[in-house]
């Protein structure tokens, strides 16, 4: 299983740069239902994430005011990402051992492609996990199995 296109497939990517309003990002966010955000350059690449952890820390912590910030004072700028034809296992080892709820996933240039998150991979490898049960057994018992029962 491939992060792409087994995981995730034409995303309509939510994007902010880092000069834009937190307020209105996580606005945005919220509009979208979802969880994170990616931050990119005027060259299009990326340059840090947002999630809902980071509006956490900032806001609900620091106490910072979302008026007064922007995208790139509260992103996370060290962005662990995945490349296309990485594997789902090597995407949720990744997030196990670094404790992320969601990765980038990018081009050789740097331009994000995606984002995958722990439920989604999670979705994938729950499926691909059932699959492999199902031919297993299919093949242990031949016609005797009936996956419904």
């Known amino acids: 299983m491939r992060v ?7 995303q309509n990517l939510l994007i ?41 820390r900032c806001f609900a912590v620091q106490g910072v005011d979302p008026d007064r910030t922007t995208a790139g004072d509260i ?3 060290e962005v662990e990402t995945l490349a296309p034809d990485d594997s789902a296992f090597a995407a949720l080892e990744l997030m196990e051992l670094r404790n992320f709820r969601h990765l ?3 081009d050789d240039a740097g331009k994000p492609l995606g984002i995958v998150s722990i439920r989604d991979l999670y979705a ?8 492999v049960l199902v031919k297993t057994q299919t093949y242990l018992f031949d016609d005797r199995y009936n996956p419904d029962m």
Do not use: C
């Open 104 to 106: 980038p996933v990018v």
């Open 124 to 131: 994938v490898v729950t499926r691909e996990s059932r699959d």
């Open 75 to 77: 992103m996370t700028t």
């Open 4 to 10: 792409m296109p087994d995981v995730i497939h034409d």
């Open 16 to 56: 902010a740069n880092p000069g834009d309003n937190a307020r209105q990002v996580a606005k945005a966010m919220v509009e979208r239902q979802i969880s994170s955000i990616l931050v990119l350059d005027d060259m299009g690449k990326l340059t840090g994430i947002i999630t809902e952890r980071d509006f956490t």
